[in-house]
């Protein structure tokens, strides 16, 4: 019974499984345990029906009163143990890639206790391997990528599969490869799954990508086995492989001579079957012609045309360039470069004139009459039309005018450089017919200078001789200064105008002159001034010369020559001073005399209220003397009512308190209404028959200058009983109706009456 298997079990070499297990096993095929003898287990794996492998056997047993009985994995459901015999059956369908081995306990059971009789033995069942499994590619799909144009042999990439079988048994796992497709680019090394490369001509351009099925088998180089099959994606990578070359043989473009400098007049494009760095291109211009420069516009490879000068219709209607292009990286070593023709045509734009110069410069003499010409302007149209050009300013004309055919530009005025040394004038150069199409230039007008400015004293000098000065003193340096131009060849010369002076003049050579004593022995008692003339010319030519006098006083002086004392040392320093001392002079003699007479009215009247008459020394007088008059009508505060008072003495007068007290008459400042201060007053004077008359002078040296009236001075009337007319003033609205009614010869005018 045991002898038929055991030559399977030793031809299969199934110790892995036992390995694991009990070294006491090991190397025998029917192993015993003590009481218990068992043969190597082993099963098919994928075996569907149920199916005895084996049998364990022990001393324990005995027929009719013991059965066998398991513990373990799958123990009842996989394996199954005949109660009575011992054998071991499978009932389920076994996998070895998912368990090989399984680990069970045998022992035996008395059927009347159902205890275990003796001890227990442990054993396993092998799972023996069934090619049941293809290889697996690793990754699905490979992408590979390889050089276009690579030579016959070179690797693109490696594929691999993995088979889950028991590698130690035949050729489970022995992997081969192979192309399915009928690939004419592409091989695959069958026991290592090396794609390389068969067809050494592969383009990129041509095509770019491949894909491959690949299989894999298991069996070795045996026919049958399992297999499964793969993708491989092969891509080309760019090598620079072409060269650029242009579309076309010319390309033409047009562009407007206005076009700025720097502007792209447009484009062109050289192709390059190639792909990113290997399709760069780089543009030269070959032909001489310094008009344009092109550059790579680096997103779309064109070469942009860009103006670099400007385009001038007139002179080169039609440019033509040429034109390279290339890759910077070379092709295979050798550059290999693209011709192509630019044509630009260059389009027309009207243009307004241009000046022969950027700017003029002229230059004349001044004082010249008027409409001589200064100088010329000219400009062209710089089109093909040349139309006439005219002429205008648009600055200066108060000082020139331009002739408007030939742009000559003349004098208006006679120019003086001493007022203006330099005009800058913009002169307007426009094609006759066309307001627009117009150019203006700066016309720069220097004015020459002509000596016609005699030179003068360069200050107002206040010289003194010392009285103890002896010969030779220099007392004073004198300068001059001249209005023309001072170049350094100026010179002045100065001289004294007098034979006999008493002082000389020395040059210093520098445009100086010392002022020195000649005759000394000077007395301020018997000169106290001396005035000396001087001539001081200068080299123009013709020479120009002034005259002029230096005041020199006569002082003495300390050991330094400074003036002690002089007699004209504090001389009137201006004649104004000395008129308005004489008008003040006048105005106090002229007050005193209308003072005088004034007071002799007064007691005149006073004699008719005889018994009442005072002694003249309580006349009391007030003198107020003004050097400025206020502002009129306007000023109300420098007036003194009290002097209308004593000319309105009218109407009756109320009796009074014999208190003859406001010696002053007061001087109110009437707030708003002066007619109601006015007449109030005069009541209250009215009233005071006991009061003598208070008179007020007021001398005015300077009248406001607010009034539209003439003086209303008392000044200016001898008497104020003057036959003066005074009507107009009632011409002169209300505001001078009080005035009107005082001076005026209305009905009122009896008033007057002293
Ligand atoms: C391989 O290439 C295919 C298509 O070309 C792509 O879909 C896939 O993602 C790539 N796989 C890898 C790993 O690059
Ligand atoms: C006139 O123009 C000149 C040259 O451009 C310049 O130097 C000068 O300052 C200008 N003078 C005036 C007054 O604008
Ligand atoms: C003029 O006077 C100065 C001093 O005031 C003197 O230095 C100079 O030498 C004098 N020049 C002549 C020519 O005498
Ligand atoms: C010169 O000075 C004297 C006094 O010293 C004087 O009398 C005389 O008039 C002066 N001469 C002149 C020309 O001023
Ligand atoms: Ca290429
Ligand atoms: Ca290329």
Redesign the pocket.
């Known amino acids: 019974m045991f002898g038929a298997i055991l030559p399977v079990l030793l031809m299969m070499d199934i110790v892995s499984c036992a390995a694991q297990s009990r070294p006491s096993t090991k190397g025998n095929s029917t192993v015993g345990q003590g009481d218990w003898i068992w043969n190597q287990l082993y099963c098919w794996e994928g075996d569907t029906k149920p199916k005895q492998i084996g049998k364990i056997q022990s001393m324990w047993h005995k027929e009719g009163q013991t059965k066998y009985d398991l513990r373990g994995e799958g123990v009842g459901t996989i394996f199954k143990v005949e109660p009575a015999t011992g054998n071991i059956g499978v009932y389920r369908e076994l996998d070895r890639e998912k368990k090989d081995c399984y680990h069970l306990e045998g022992f035996v059971i008395d059927k009347k206790s159902l205890k275990q009789l003796g001890g227990s033995t442990n054993f396993s069942i092998q799972i023996l391997d069934l090619n049941d499994n293809a290889p697996i590619f690793n990754q699905d799909p490979y992408n590979g990528t390889v050089p276009e144009m690579s030579s016959k042999g070179t690797t693109v990439l490696t594929v691999r599969a993995e088979d889950a079988d028991d590698p130690t048994v035949g050729k489970h796992v022995n992997v081969t490869y192979k192309l399915l497709n009928n690939e004419q680019n592409f091989f695959i090394e069958q026991m290592t799954g090396v794609i390389r490369i068969k067809n050494s001509n592969l383009d990129r351009e041509k095509q770019k990508n491949y894909q491959l099925m690949v299989q894999a088998k298991d069996m070795g180089l045996d026919p049958g086995g399992m297999s499964s099959t793969g993708t491989v994606y092969i891509s080309l990578s760019d090598i620079n492989d072409n060269a650029p070359f242009f579309p076309h043989r010319q390309y033409n473009y047009s562009a407007s001579e206005a076009t700025r400098i720097g502007a792209v007049i447009g484009r062109v494009k050289a192709e390059d079957l190639d792909e990113g760095e290997n399709a760069k291109i780089l543009y030269t211009i070959v032909s001489r012609i310094n008009t344009f420069r092109i550059k790579t516009d680096q997103r779309t490879q064109q070469g942009m045309i860009i103006l670099k000068e400007p385009l001038d219709f007139e002179q080169q209607p039609r440019l033509r360039i040429e034109l390279e292009a290339e890759n910077p990286s070379p092709v295979k070593g050798t550059r290999y470069k693209t011709k192509t023709v630019l044509v630009v045509q260059v389009l027309d734009v009207d243009e307004p004139p241009v000046f022969s110069l950027p700017h003029y410069t002229l230059s004349i003499a001044e004082n010249l009459p008027i409409g001589t010409a200064v100088g010329k302007v000219s400009a062209m149209d710089p089109d093909r039309a040349k139309n006439r050009v005219g002429y205008s300013l648009r600055s200066g004309m108060d000082f020139f005018k331009i002739g408007t055919d030939d742009g000559i530009i003349y004098t208006r005025v006679e120019l003086d450089r001493e007022a203006i040394a330099m005009h800058n004038i913009t002169a307007i150069a426009s094609e006759v017919g066309k307001s627009n199409s117009t150019s203006d230039v700066l016309v720069v007008i220097k004015v020459l200078d002509k000596n016609d400015n005699a030179p003068t004293l360069a200050e107002n000098y206040n010289p003194h001789v010392c009285e103890d000065d002896v010969a030779g003193t220099v007392i004073q340096v004198i300068s001059a200064i001249d209005l023309d131009a001072m170049t350094p060849a100026v010179r002045f010369y100065f001289s004294i105008a ?1 034979m ?3 002082f000389s003049i020395k040059d210093n050579g520098n445009n100086t002159a010392n002022l020195t004593v000649r ?1 000394a ?3 301020q008692n ?2 106290s001034r ?1 005035w000396v003339p001087i001539v001081i010319s200068d080299n123009g030519d013709p020479s120009l010369s002034s005259n002029g006098t230096l005041e020199i006083n006569v002082c003495s002086c300390d050991r330094e020559r400074n003036p002690i004392s002089c007699r004209h040392s504090a001389p009137l320093t201006s004649r104004v001073t000395v008129t308005v001392l004489l008008i003040i002079f006048l105005c106090i003699i002229v007050a005193i005399v209308l003072a005088v007479l004034i007071i002799h009215q007064k007691m005149q009247k006073k004699s008719t209220f005889a018994g009442l008459v005072k002694a003249p020394g309580e006349i009391r007088e007030q003198l107020v003397r003004y050097d400025e008059e206020g502002g009129g009508e306007m000023d109300t505060n420098s007036f003194d009512i009290t002097v209308l008072n004593s000319l309105r003495g009218k109407g009756p007068r109320p009796a009074k308190a014999a208190d003859p007290a406001p010696v002053y008459a007061q001087v109110r400042k009437p707030n708003n209404d002066m007619g109601t201060v006015v007449r109030m007053k005069k009541d209250e004077a009215d009233g005071d028959r006991d009061g003598l008359p208070y008179d007020t002078l007021h001398i005015y040296g300077f009248e406001g200058s607010d009034s539209v009236a003439d003086s209303l001075s008392s000044l200016d009337v001898s008497s104020i009983d003057s036959d003066q007319d005074y009507d107009f003033l009632n011409d002169w609205g209300p505001r001078f109706q009080m005035l009107a009614e005082l001076y005026g010869s209305e009905p009122h005018s009896d008033s007057l009456d002293f």
């Open positions: 007098q006999d002076s008493n005759q022995s000077f007395n018997e000169v001396l």
